[in-house]
């Protein structure tokens, strides 16, 4: 392929494409890369659990809100100065979180970091896509989904290694100087490769989006913690759903939208983000439920835990560029069908789980699952995104995202609600801790496994829905020709 930038100018891809990777690698670990940390952070800022939580909520809000807002940013301002902003922008705030003396200040860096992280991945996407030809564009896809699927699955793991061996500043310190190397070579390599218009910003847009989507992703996140009949869950759910219609309908009667949700006419890239978002709701919920089951019921440290989660993520590395290059060689309906049959596969198992469940036979199921998804998610992305012309490529990865953010919240929710919720029901009465206390404890424990048995159910009949919708991909091998090139 001729490499030459939107000023006709020749460049290297490859080194491009590595800047970008390891740069967005930074970034997208930092999603889960405190999950492990937070008994040393309450010790540290003496502040509660509920409080913590917010390091991760916050960065999740922050960047869930800033993802539709990619869209319009990709396609006003050049590459090159937007990738820079970005990485520029997660410098400063994990610089805030490294030196961070109190919470309040650990919480800005956060945000600061959430900032960068919501316009860099969809920029990592869309460059991918832009620079690729259709033909190639399932093994692009598939390098990029090294960094989408591995990064957050590595970080409690990593977390946990750092909060056991040295201190908790570290996590943000060794992330400092690659972020810097990341930055002077973007000054070299990076160049502008998506064409761009003067579009102005539909502030009534910006302000609907961001109410809508920050919204519903607050009240999902606080499920968990309040339940489903808590006015500080419903309001928030019912606020953003609100918004979002009202967003919608505006950008569906305007000339130049600030979303561009036409996307969804195209048939393929319709199902093709239903699929993904139904997927990384199974991904992500048991990625969650399975520590606690591992350190709650198993006793396992919070390490350990991580680690028994590291062959997946693994997994994932390796398999992720073979899938793209099947991808580009096959097509999607065969490889989507059969990773989210092993998805179910894998997950099944989890239903019949004991107090003394083998840790090597979950780490083994977990693997499976990984190795399910990775045939799933990037070459089902990169089907959908195939559909659509190069001018809605931005659009479409924005829409994909936050389609894909909004589901993992909600899943992610139903499984922490329906978790608490059997296992509270399922608990022994109290007096019987004194007549009987062996029987209670066992009885506990039990109670305890039933709401993981529940959990992981609802988790399979996610994998099932996926299964059903792999039937309405199209069977065709992809299309080698970039259609609607700008």
């Keep these: 392929m001729n490499n030459t930038d ?40 003496d502040v509660s659990t509920s409080t913590i939580q917010w390091l991760t909520t916050g960065f999740m809000l922050v960047n869930g809100v800033m993802i539709p807002v990619s869209a319009w940013l990709i396609t006003r301002f050049k590459t090159k100065l937007l990738y820079l902003s970005a990485m520029i922008t997660f410098l400063i705030g994990t610089i805030v979180c490294f030196v961070a003396t109190n919470f309040p200040v650990m919480l800005t860096g956060r945000l600061i970091q959430a900032l960068g992280v919501g316009l860099s991945m969809p920029l990592l996407q869309t460059i991918m896509l832009t620079i690729f030809p259709a033909s190639q564009r399932g093994t692009a896809m598939g390098m990029a989904g090294i960094v989408i699927g591995v990064a957050p699955a590595i970080g409690p793991t990593l977390s946990g290694w750092v909060i056991d061996n040295l201190s908790w500043r570290d996590l943000f310190g060794m992330i400092i100087p690659i972020v810097i190397i990341v930055i002077i070579m973007s000054l070299f390599f990076m160049k502008n490769v998506i064409e761009t218009t003067k579009n102005k910003l539909d502030v009534l847009s910006f302000v609907m989006s961001t109410a809508g989507f920050g919204a519903l992703l607050y009240g999902f996140s606080t499920v968990g913690d309040k339940g489903w009949s808590s006015l500080q869950v419903i309001v928030p759910i019912i606020a953003g759903i609100i918004f979002i219609v009202m967003f919608g309908y505006r950008q569906l009667h305007l000339d130049k939208p600030f979303l561009e949700l036409r996307v969804f006419k195209q048939s393929e890239f319709a199902i093709a983000a239903a699929l993904s978002s139904v997927t990384n709701m199974a991904m992500v919920g048991v990625e969650m439920i399975l520590p606690m089951y591992l350190q709650i019921v198993k006793g396992l440290s919070a390490f350990h835990s991580g680690l028994a989660l590291l062959a997946g993520a693994v997994m994932m590395a390796i398999m992720s560029p073979i899938t793209g290059r099947a991808f580009d060689k096959y097509g999607v309906k065969r490889l989507a069908t059969t990773g989210m049959l092993l998805l179910t596969i894998g997950t099944i198992p989890f239903f019949y789980l004991t107090k003394d469940s083998s840790t090597l036979y979950l780490t083994v199921l977990y693997a499976v699952r990984m190795f399910g998804i990775s045939m799933v998610m990037m070459p089902v992305t990169t089907s959908g995104m195939n559909s659509l ?34 296992t509270n029901k399922s608990m022994p009465a109290k007096h019987l801790l004194k007549e009987m206390p062996l029987v209670y404890k066992d009885s506990v424990i039990n109670a305890t496994l039933t709401g993981y048995h529940a959990a992981f159910l609802v988790a399979a009949l996610f994998c099932v829905t996926a299964v059903v919708l792999t039937f309405f991909l199209k069977s065709k091998k992809n299309d080698t020709t970039v259609k609607g090139a700008n």
């Design 6 to 45: 939107i000023n006709g100018k020749h460049y290297n891809r490859s080194l491009m494409v590595a800047v970008l990777l390891i740069g967005s690698f930074c970034t997208v670990l930092n999603q889960t890369i405190l999950s492990t940390a937070f008994p040393t952070l309450m010790n540290e800022f």
């Design 389 to 422: 012309p190069n001018n809605l490529i931005s659009h479409g990865t924005a829409v994909n995202n936050t389609t894909r953010q909004v589901f993992s919240s909600m899943g992610t929710a139903v499984l922490i609600s329906v978790l608490s919720n059997v």
